[in-house]
């Protein structure tokens, strides 16, 4: 733990930074920080980059606010409800995939460097972006692992073809989308070494196990963010710690090392590790949303996360009650 407080520290260089529990939060632009990395200090990343790019450009952000929409799509209220804005991504034009794309490319490139060989990148998409993004990152250096799907029913697709309703009532001109994908990504292992050797030497190169000896599972059972954690953190963007806190588990084969979360929110990802007790490192380039994390870590990292006890230690308590145990400054005796 000492060594990764020291990579903390060494790593906020001059920026506005915030240390929270064994996490650190930085107010930067993720680009221009991991560009400065050294090459090959960190283990994994977890994160829930901006999909559409342009959805979190300060002038889009504004539409989203005032209501006048731009990519943000604002849905028509029912029963009642005012439901939140969704980004747009199906009105990205020709340009502005070109945009994602090399957009991600420089990323994955810059992410490629900063990760130990073995490193694991988790990273969330939508199922109308996902090829796009899997072909940045892979051109960008980053070797395609798979995908986790979390099992989720979202506001995307499933509308009759607009102004065409009435014409076509028996045709939706997308699926409606029941789950949201998360890309598995990994820096390549140097040539012949083995899982095994790179575990060794890195602690890298595979996926944790979950606490009753299961393998990381790929199809993840979810639910909307609940609203407790989304009264805590009010991000458009929130994920839920249920579902983030098995990612970040996985990230880490033999639980030892550091997170990133370079486009980080309101923090959900760090708050994930925390509780967690693992080290992560955030970075946010807005300073309203980094200012929100600040205060919403400890929050959400403190959650008790129901059903998810099969990740967790065994010691003899129920599931519920070893999520709360794993609440940071927990029952030093757990494991
Ligand atoms: C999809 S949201 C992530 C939300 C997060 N999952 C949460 O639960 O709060 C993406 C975030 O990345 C931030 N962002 C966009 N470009 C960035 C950059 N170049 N560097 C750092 N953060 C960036 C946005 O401001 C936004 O808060």
Redesign the pocket.
């Given at each position: 733990m000492n060594n990764n407080r020291q990579l903390l520290e060494s790593l906020r260089f001059d920026y506005e930074a915030s240390r929270i529990g064994n996490s650190l939060a930085i107010h930067a632009?993720?680009?221009e920080w991991l560009a400065r990395l050294p090459e090959d200090c960190l283990h994994a990343i977890v994160t829930?980059?901006?999909y559409g790019v342009k959805e979190?450009d300060v002038n889009q952000l504004a539409k989203r606010a005032n209501g006048n929409g731009g990519i943000w799509r604002i849905p028509p209220s029912f029963d009642g409800h005012v439901r939140s804005p969704l980004p747009r991504f199906t009105a990205l034009d020709h340009d502005e995939r070109r945009r994602l794309y090399n957009f991600f490319v420089t990323w994955a490139k810059l992410v490629r460097r900063a990760l130990l060989p073995g490193g694991h990148v988790f990273i969330a998409t939508n199922a109308f972006i996902a090829q796009l993004l899997y072909d940045a990152l892979v051109d960008g250096g980053l070797e395609f692992r798979g995908q986790v799907i979390r099992l989720v029913r979202t506001l995307r697709g499933g509308d009759r073809p607009k102004n065409a309703e009435e014409e076509f009532p028996g045709v939706s001109s997308m699926p409606r989308g029941c789950y949201e994908p998360w890309g598995i990504f990994r820096k390549s292992l140097p040539t012949k070494m083995t899982v095994g050797e790179c575990l060794r030497r890195y602690a890298t190169g595979g996926l944790r196990r979950t606490q009753d000896d299961k393998p990381f599972a790929d199809l993840i059972p979810s639910e909307r963010t609940p609203k407790k954690e989304r009264l805590i953190?009010t991000?458009p963007?929130?994920?839920p710690q249920d579902f983030l806190r098995k990612l970040v588990y996985a990230s880490l084969p033999l639980g030892k090392g550091t997170v990133l979360d370079?486009?980080m929110?309101?923090?959900?990802t760090v708050a994930a590790a925390e509780a967690l007790e693992i080290s992560c490192i955030g970075?946010?380039?807005?300073r309203e949303?980094f200012e929100i994390s600040l205060k919403a870590i400890p929050k959400l990292a403190a959650i008790v996360v129901p059903q998810a006890g099969a990740l967790l230690p065994t010691c003899g308590a129920s599931s519920d009650e070893t999520w709360g145990l794993l609440r940071r400054r927990s029952n030093p005796q757990c494991c």
């Open positions: 632009n993720c680009f829930d980059p901006p979190y953190a991000h963007s929130l994920k370079p486009f929110g309101s923090g959900s970075v946010e380039r807005h949303y």
